[in-house]
């Protein structure tokens, strides 16, 4: 099956910073998200992004599928930015594969 | 539009013991797909439901099975528990073309 790979697995910040996640997959995809899971344990969906570039807010995602690889950028980061965010893709079955995560720790 | 929903939120079962977990899809979404989460993994597939069929399954024993209705809500039934089962079970639904959209998920806790 596809492989993905994230990095980088923990990453701290302090309030304000910039930062990039990467996720690389083995494989062409026809669909990549990008995920926060909050302390609860509920996924959010950030961003639907197979191929491009999207915004929202602080928040910004580019996918560039003929190289295999995707970035989240968090800008002016919050403490509220802190969790596991996973990137998840799909291939040409019917499952989607999760990387392992970067846990981000925002501190005020 | 109305989100994932998953019930119960939480559950403590006894190994050896039946669990059922249930999931009503998002407004619009055909499809519905259960993940278990293990403590600091990401999550893995279990299976998939389109039209009331499994049409897809993830590397899980028998002992997980599954169920959608008309309305596209599902089921998730786990028998003869065992103590690795314990877990944050994760719902999902999705449609053609889109994303997937997660419930906040059901931890279960096998004593």
């Known amino acids: 099956g596809i492989q993905v790979e994230q990095s980088p697995p923990d990453l701290i910040l302090q309030e304000g910073a910039n930062s990039t996640l990467r996720c690389n997959f083995s494989?062409?995809?026809?669909?990549l998200q990008w995920f926060h899971q909050n302390p609860w344990g509920q996924l959010i969906n950030l961003f639907y992004?197979?191929?491009g570039t999207k915004q929202n807010g602080r928040l910004s995602a580019t996918t560039v599928a003929t190289e295999r690889y995707s970035l989240l950028y968090i800008s002016s980061s919050q403490t509220t930015d802190s969790g596991v965010y996973f990137c998840a893709v799909r291939s040409n079955d019917y499952k989607l594969s999760f990387g392992a995560g970067t846990t981000v720790t925002v501190r005020a | 539009e109305t989100g994932v929903t998953q019930s119960p939120t939480h559950l403590i079962k006894t190994r050896g013991q039946q669990v059922t977990l249930r999931c009503s899809s998002q407004s619009g979404h055909n499809t519905v797909s259960w993940y278990q989460q293990a403590l600091g993994q990401g999550p893995q597939f279990i299976f998939q439901?389109?039209?009331?069929?499994?049409?897809g399954r993830g590397n899980f024993p028998p002992r997980f099975s599954g169920l959608q209705f008309p309305n596209y809500s599902s089921e998730l039934n786990v028998n003869a528990l065992e103590l690795d089962d314990s877990a944050l079970y994760l719902c999902?639904?999705?449609?053609?073309?889109?994303?997937?959209?997660f419930g906040s998920g059901t931890r279960l806790t096998v004593v």
């Open positions: 999902a639904s999705s449609s053609t073309g889109f994303g997937y959209t």
């Open positions: 439901y389109y039209r009331e069929e499994e049409n």
């Open positions: 494989d062409s995809v026809n669909n």
């Open positions: 992004i197979p191929s």
